[in-house]
């Protein structure tokens, strides 16, 4: 059976067509399964009807032209029901509804089984057979429920090929066709797609010698040239737009040009004798595969960046080049992996979106596109990319969705949040230099999360009164190697005296999990769970220690440093920390540096920590929730997966409880409790934060003005009863629709903005 079930799906997924793919699946299951009848509906989303699209055993005409309610006869019934239904005499259940123009009435014994694609029902897979059958047994409903199981992302495929071209699999007109994925950068973009491809094929290389090393290795050079040029050209066109610390993206592209590097591994092999073009392709695939095979998310997007690389190349050995494009003035750059030049290739005023099919907010991409303000989806499933180009998409960075044939309704509703966004930003400007305190007096500090020297411009012109997370992985990630100790001070520098008098909570080294280094390779089976954090540069004290004294260094007469320990899950590991801290501090200042001994503080963001507050608070100055990865280590969901992604909840019951016994510990042990993380930047979030008792809310910059607007216009004990009935709810859906309904209440309508995920009614 498994052999068979293999041929089945590997001619489908060759069928040029939607008709052709179902063609196949009644005609191999029916001689499979040697019954009399195999056939498929689909579920119509416009008309809400099960469409009879393809059979083998019933009459042909009745093809397109039978279809049936939602809920009506035994198709339906599966639908419904969502599982499979098995009947030895069909015709006499209560459900059953007879269609001469299919000539079944000879078949009674009926099997249907639901197709299922991301929790919704595309179809029903039926066979029957006639009254001389016998019910059919287990192994085959189990055999139909696999055939079901493994066709359904090719008929999702095929049908969303449809769709796109503005199509239903019925041939009607087809709107508001979406696909989720997930959220790269915030915002809305509205716009044309322009679909890029990449300028040459490394795959199609074929295994060829060379008779002129030199010629070839001249060639090869040439073209290493021409690509390190146009890379350079990218960076200059952003360079308006970031800052030196973004545009050190490009340098680790160019570095992979090195001698040392890509092109010196592709001119051994040349002088062995292979062609330059066969040379490269194995390299680039050496080179990819290696980190393909990395479980870390950061790691395997590095073989994104090899494989853009060689095509580039590759490209110019056979004199291709670079392609001349027109970018209309509203372009939404999409392929099928995004890469930092092909975003270089549009000038910057007509970009206004990105969407990459593969890829995740840990990308280069995501972090530049984060830096220059772009709406940008990322990680999308089931997109037919080559039906994608030239056609008017909307772009949601908020909620990680990307619409086509959008109706005149959905570009409305989106056009509304464009200019609301823009008004809203604009109108909140007056408030960017008041507190952040609430009607009845009750102050809450206005931090900002920040990374990249962008963040600091965009913190400081909104009105951030310091930094409650500031990364200080990132200058380690966009370079070949670990920064020296001169290169770490001058980034610690920028930081505190951008945000001095202010804190700038400095959280160490964080790698492991969705953050590697390319220079310092983690592979685990689960990293999230693994090697990362705190317990990384506890085993590693010599690059704790060197990133201790460039930030005591950096601090030296500004006194704003705060330094703070990720992914604690013990006491030991604070007590460890603090003994390296101390001794660093000692010695610094013995080196004649006049500096204040800092705060430090922990993370708490894994459940064991929850239930440690006390225990840690007795150890350190300050305590902060990073809530992203609390939430997903309490709810095991990961976020940056669109498999699960819509099962992260930052208001599910189970969160909002560990929130508040945070606060209640923190309280108790008498030290400041501040939280950064994407709950902060919620309007909601934030009112049940402040109820909570958080002293600070730590956030991205651009969410820093609506997040104050809304505590400056609410009392404390609003906001206490609100929580107090929130606290009692027992779902997250529930929770949030009874924030909103108050915030509205509240006059806050404008702060809001839901989901559209209701429309997606064609995916």
């Known amino acids: ?194 679909v890029i491809y990449p300028s040459a094929d490394l795959d199609a290389v074929p295994d060829e010698d060379t008779d002129d090393i030199n010629a070839e290795i001249k060639h090869f050079e040439a073209s290493i040239d021409s690509v390190r040029e146009d890379i350079k050209q990218v960076g200059l066109r952003l360079a308006s737009k970031l800052r030196p610390e973004e545009q050190a993206l490009f340098d680790v592209y160019l570095g992979m040009l090195d001698d040392n590097a890509l092109a010196g591994e592709v001119i051994r092999l040349i002088r062995e004798g292979k062609n330059a073009q066969w040379s490269l392709r194995k390299v680039i695939n050496d080179y990819a595969s290696h980190f393909e095979m990395m479980s870390d998310a950061y790691l395997r997007e590095r073989a994104i960046d090899i494989k853009d690389l060689g095509t580039r190349i590759l490209g110019y050995l056979q004199e291709n080049g670079q392609e001349v494009r027109t970018f209309p003035d509203d372009t939404v750059l999409v392929s099928d992996e995004l890469t930092a030049t092909m975003l270089g290739e549009v000038p910057v005023e007509k970009l ?66 464009v200019a609301e966004d823009r008004e809203l930003d604009e109108s909140l400007q007056h408030i960017k230099n008041l507190p952040c305190e609430t009607i009845d007096g009750h102050r809450v500090c206005a931090w900002v999360n920040t990374g990249l020297m962008a963040d600091v411009l965009r913190s400081l012109d909104q009105g951030a009164e310091g930094v409650g997370l500031y990364r200080t992985e990132v200058p380690f990630m966009i370079n070949e190697r670990f920064p020296s100790e001169q290169e770490q001070i001058i980034c610690y520098r920028e930081q505190l005296e951008a945000f001095a008098p202010n804190h700038v909570t400095m959280r160490t080294l964080d790698i492991g999990g969705d953050k590697a280094l390319s220079y310092f390779p983690i592979t685990e089976e689960n990293p999230f769970l693994g090697w990362r954090g705190i317990r990384v540069t506890l085993d590693h004290p010599e690059i704790f220690l060197v990133q201790m004294r460039a930030m005591l260094k950096a601090s030296e007469g500004l006194d704003n440093l705060r330094i703070m320990l990720p992914m604690v899950s013990n006491v030991n590991e604070v007590e460890e920390a603090l003994h390296l801290i101390y001794r660093e501090y000692h010695e610094v200042c013995a080196e004649g540096y006049d500096v204040a001994m800092p705060q430090v503080g922990v993370m708490i963001e894994v459940p064991a920590a929850v239930y440690q507050v006390k225990e840690l608070a007795e150890r350190v100055d300050f305590l902060s929730v990073g809530s992203n990865d609390l939430t997903q280590y309490l709810l095991a969901v990961d976020r940056n997966n669109p498999r699960v992604a819509s099962l992260y909840h930052s208001f599910h019951p189970a969160v909002l409880q560990a929130l508040y016994r945070i606060a209640q510990d923190s ?27 958080y002293d600070a809310l730590s956030m991205n910059a651009s969410n820093l003005l609506k997040v104050k607007s809304v505590i400056r216009g609410i009392d404390l004990s609003w906001a206490k009863q609100l929580l107090e009935q929130v606290l009692m709810l027992d779902s997250p859906y529930i929770v949030r629709s009874t924030l909103d309904l108050a915030l509205k209440d509240a006059g806050f309508n404008r702060y809001l903005r839901p989901s559209r995920a209701s429309s997606d009614k064609n995916q």
């Open 1 to 194: 059976m498994l052999n068979m079930l293999r041929s089945i799906v590997q001619e489908v997924n060759s069928a040029v067509d939607l008709d052709e793919a179902l063609s196949i699946i009644v005609t191999r299951v029916q001689e499979v399964m040697e019954t009399q009848v195999c056939s498929v509906y689909l579920l119509d989303g416009t008309s809400n009807r099960y469409v009879l699209m393809g059979t083998k055993g019933l009459n042909d005409d009745a093809v397109g032209r039978v279809s049936l309610g939602y809920s009506e006869g035994l198709v339906g019934l599966v639908g419904v029901r969502e599982e499979p239904i098995n009947l030895e005499h069909a015709q006499e259940h209560e459900r059953y509804r007879y269609f001469p123009e299919t000539g079944e009435e000879r078949f009674e014994s009926f099997l249907g089984v639901p197709i299922m694609h991301h929790k919704k029902v595309l179809g029903v897979i039926v066979v029957q057979q006639s009254t001389s059958r016998r019910r059919f047994d287990e192994g085959e409903e189990a055999f139909l429920v696999t055939v079901s199981a493994q066709l359904a992302g090719v008929i999702a495929h095929t049908e969303a090929t449809k769709f796109i071209a503005g199509v239903t699999a019925t041939g009607e007109k087809a709107s508001d066709v979406s696909f989720k994925g997930v959220a790269g950068a915030p915002g809305v973009a509205i716009g044309r797609s322009v």
């Open 352 to 417: 206004k979106g990105l969407v990459s099919i593969k890829g995740s907010g840990s990308s280069h991409v995501a972090i530049l596109a984060r830096a220059m303000g772009i709406p940008t989806v990322m990680g999308l499933t089931d997109v037919p990319l080559s039906q994608l180009d030239k056609k008017e998409v909307i772009v949601d960075g908020y909620n990680g969705d990307l619409f086509t044939s959008p109706s005149p309704e959905l570009l409305g509703y989106y056009q509304s949040i």
């Open 667 to 693: 309280r108790e042990a008498g030290v400041q409790l501040s939280i950064c993380g994407e709950l902060a930047g919620d309007p909601a979030g934030a009112v049940l934060l402040t109820a909570m008792g």
